[in-house]
């Protein structure tokens, strides 16, 4: 059964590589482009929040404001100074994740609930400045003609470079966190989550790690607030609003916490499923939260989780009885 | 102009008191966030509105049967989404998730029932202003004040004084210890839900008839702000959640009047951080410390 999946693992993975890649010449209606666009976006975001609520076991409930802070950096930058987009993006990753730094230093100390609590008043507060600083954000009315990316003079705002280019991000963003979370460093991450106290008395010293995950995390979902500020070339703060942040975190765990297969998938069928099914987008937000109840009883590690964690056990245990054979033939 | 502000924030404080004790007696018993706690609240303002709007039901009979029917709505919350989890064992990420959901699930269904609109709220009392010196004093916020102390009086009474009270402080103490004294801790578990919630509903009731509105989305604010009161008095504690609300409803009314209006709200979550960086057990709290 394993090897079957892991013969069709490749081919699959290839199909689905091209099927990205060519998908702009494939369906040339720029509404499913901007669909999945959207859904490339989202799915930075459910990678980033799955770094530190999947991996770390930190629940944060701010993380539309670390994407707002992103988009707000950015946009500020090129709207006013005039920045090149590219330059804009690393600004607002390295924004967001100074603010992600200074939420965390103290707000990681907490507990679990305490920290989403914390996360969710820094949340609210980030909007309410949003709303409230006129002279720096234009307030509710938002920020206007956010101009598109250029490289060398080329400009590169159609919808299929940004579908290109979202498609680069998001395939970085995948490598480098897979990386990551296969490190020793992922592994500490892991083993903080799984028990703090565990975690210590083997001299991982969870905050460092917490914090470190946490300005990773608030750092990528910046980035993908620029990326979006630039996309949609307008940005106003009801985009940046607790619903937001409850969307990410219902594609983590819809898709599975820990597993960044499943942030690809939960990002991805929860931006096309409203989509998909006008009819029922009232019933949207009733749906997830529906299924995120359901989800915690039935299968609180998602749709993702489980199988993954299955298919490392397996691993271990078809590499060893390999050994053994080794051994007996030899 | 300050003694008015600090009565309105009284007033505002003893709604935020009730609110609190829901989110503290929850957390005391199964040390989990009842993050659906404040949409409870919100279902409890539209259950009085209905009731009183639909039938012709005399206030005293309509409001005390809006507070049963959030009270059951609460006990059914922990029975389908807290309970199935908690049995299995499950780490505290799930059950917050599950909470979660709850909340969603809740403010959505109620956009959905009621429309996105604020309702204004049926006025069954007179309201009459009176002025002692050149204070603006009317009689629904002395009615507001004087319902908030006499049910946090009774809130403390049974809690220290019944029987089930008592079962209620050995749960929360150890729910294994508790049971092996032959207490019934899943229903302590549920009655705590009850309470809690009919509570939620006084507060629903108090909120629509002070302000003459509620809408699905209140309960978002109101929770949040509740929860921060629960933390500043120390969570876990019934005294301290009484004065973490008054507290916050005082320095969040006179925060809106000498500083910043559109701040109003980041007052409350601003104190809510303060404390938990430098005080996580708030004032009146337990220290807790982490054992293995």
């Not at chain 1, 994740?97 to 907490?110: N, V």
């Not at chain 1, 909007?127 to 003609?145: A, K, Y």
């Not at chain 2, 005390?64 to 064992?89: F, K, N, Q, S």
């Not at chain 2, 925060?255 to 009146?284: N, W």
């Amino acid at each position: 059964m394993m090897q079957k999946i892991k013969k069709i693992k490749k081919p699959l993975a290839v199909i689905g590589i091209l099927f990205l890649l060519l998908f702009p010449v494939i369906i040339t209606s720029s509404y499913y482009l901007h669909v999945m666009i959207l859904a490339g976006i989202y799915v930075v975001l459910s990678l980033s929040l799955n770094l530190i609520t999947g991996y770390t076991g930190q629940l944060c409930l701010g993380h539309a404001a670390f994407f707002g802070i992103g988009a707000y950096a950015g946009a500020l930058l090129m709207v006013n100074v005039h920045m090149n987009f590219f330059f804009a993006l690393i600004c607002s990753f390295i924004i967001s994740g100074i603010f992600g730094l200074l939420l965390g230093i103290p707000a990681l100390r907490l507990r679990g609930d305490y920290l989403a609590i914390v996360t969710l008043g820094f949340g609210e507060i980030v909007h309410l400045v949003f709303v409230n600083w006129t002279e720096l954000t234009n307030g509710p009315m938002g920020i206007r003609s956010i101009p598109g990316p250029s490289l060398f003079g080329i400009e590169l705002d159609g919808n299929q470079e940004f579908y290109y280019l979202i498609l680069i991000i998001t395939a970085l963003v995948l490598f480098l966190l897979n990386r990551l979370v296969n490190s020793g460093f992922g592994m500490a991450m892991q083993t903080i989550k799984a028990d703090e106290i565990a975690a210590e008395s083997i001299g991982i010293y969870p905050v460092k790690y917490k914090l470190i995950a946490f300005i990773l995390s608030s750092g990528l979902a910046g980035l993908a607030g620029c990326f979006y500020a630039s996309y949609i070339s307008y940005i106003s703060p009801t985009t940046f609003v607790y619903n937001t942040s409850v969307t990410i975190l219902a594609m983590v765990v819809l898709g599975g916490l820990g597993s960044l297969t499943g942030s690809v998938i939960g990002g991805v069928v929860l931006t096309l499923l409203p989509e998909v099914l006008r009819s029922i987008s009232d019933y949207r937000m009733i749906f997830f939260g529906a299924l995120m109840i359901i989800m915690m009883i039935f299968k609180p590690e998602g749709f993702w989780g489980v199988s993954k964690r299955v298919k490392n056990i397996y691993k271990i245990k078809a590499g060893g009885a390999q050994n053994e054979r080794d051994y007996e033939s030899r | 102009m300050f003694v008015q502000q600090l009565i309105n924030g009284i007033t505002v404080g003893g709604i935020y008191a009730l609110i609190a004790l829901g989110y503290t007696m929850v957390y005391g018993i199964l040390k989990i966030v009842n993050f659906a706690h404040g949409d409870v609240f919100m279902i409890g303002g539209f259950m009085g509105l209905i009731l009183a709007q639909t039938t012709n039901l005399p206030i005293w009979i309509a409001y005390p049967l809006a507070m049963l029917i959030t009270a059951l709505i609460g006990v059914l919350i922990e029975r389908i989404c807290y309970r199935p989890i908690r049995l299995h064992g499950a780490d505290a990420l799930a059950i917050l998730i599950s909470a979660l959901g709850v909340s969603i699930f809740l403010e959505n269904f109620a956009q959905l029932v009621w429309g996105t609109e604020t309702h204004a709220y049926v006025q069954k009392i007179q309201r009459t202003a009176y002025n002692i010196a050149g204070i603006t004093l009317s009689n629904i916020q002395i009615g507001v004040i004087v319902l908030c102390i006499i049910l946090m009086i009774v809130l403390y009474l049974v809690v220290n004084k019944t029987k089930m009270g008592m079962a209620m402080r050995a749960t929360s103490q150890s729910i294994t210890s508790a049971q092996l004294m032959g207490i019934n801790t899943e229903k302590v578990i549920a009655l705590t839900f009850g309470v809690g919630s009919a509570l939620a509903c006084v507060a629903g009731i108090l909120v629509g008839t002070y302000y003459d509105a509620v809408y699905p989305l209140i309960g978002y604010s109101y929770g949040l702000k509740a929860f921060a009161a629960a933390i500043l008095g120390g969570i876990g504690s019934v005294p301290g959640a009484m004065l973490g609300g008054f507290l916050l409803g005082i320095v969040e009314t006179l925060g809106a009047g000498y500083i910043s209006t559109g701040y109003r709200d980041a007052f409350a979550f601003g104190i809510l951080i303060l404390v938990l960086l430098f005080r996580p057990s708030g004032l009146l709290g337990k220290k807790h410390v982490d054992k293995v």
